[in-house]
């Protein structure tokens, strides 16, 4: 079963940066479209930001501006680049990916554990 690997997470005060990464680890054949979503206390999981295999990007409007998702396809790696960090994104995030192993014949969709991201002073 493949998992996505996460990593960055962690405590940072209002205004600073953080980087996560994602990784799909094993036999991948390729990936598709890629994504990271949050899960607050309480509150659905919402999207965050998604990149296309060719780099096309879309954000919510709330982190618009001050994250970043880029991806390095030889890698098989996400990243979120999240700076000017307020205390309403504190939440677990989540990566998202649709792949296909080169033992499948289609893509699937998998998540990531999700890490801990919390601002505050």
């Known amino acids: 079963q493949v998992q996505l690997v996460e990593s960055g997470g962690g405590l940072v005060q209002p205004g600073g940066s953080l980087r996560l990464s994602c990784t799909a680890p094993g036999s991948i054949f390729s990936i598709n479209a890629m994504g990271w979503y949050r899960q607050a206390p309480g509150k659905e999981r919402e999207l965050v930001a998604t990149?296309?295999?060719?780099?096309?990007?879309n954000y919510a409007d709330s982190v618009k501006g001050r994250f970043t998702i880029s991806r390095d396809n030889a890698k098989n790696t996400v990243y979120l680049q999240m700076n000017s960090l307020k205390p309403e994104d504190t939440a677990v995030y989540y990566c998202?990916?649709?792949?296909?192993?080169?033992?499948?014949?289609?893509?699937?969709?998998?998540w990531g554990q999700g890490t801990q991201v919390t601002v505050s002073s």
């Open positions: 998202n990916a649709d792949l296909r192993k080169w033992s499948q014949t289609t893509f699937y969709n998998y």
């Open positions: 990149i296309s295999r060719g780099g096309s990007t």
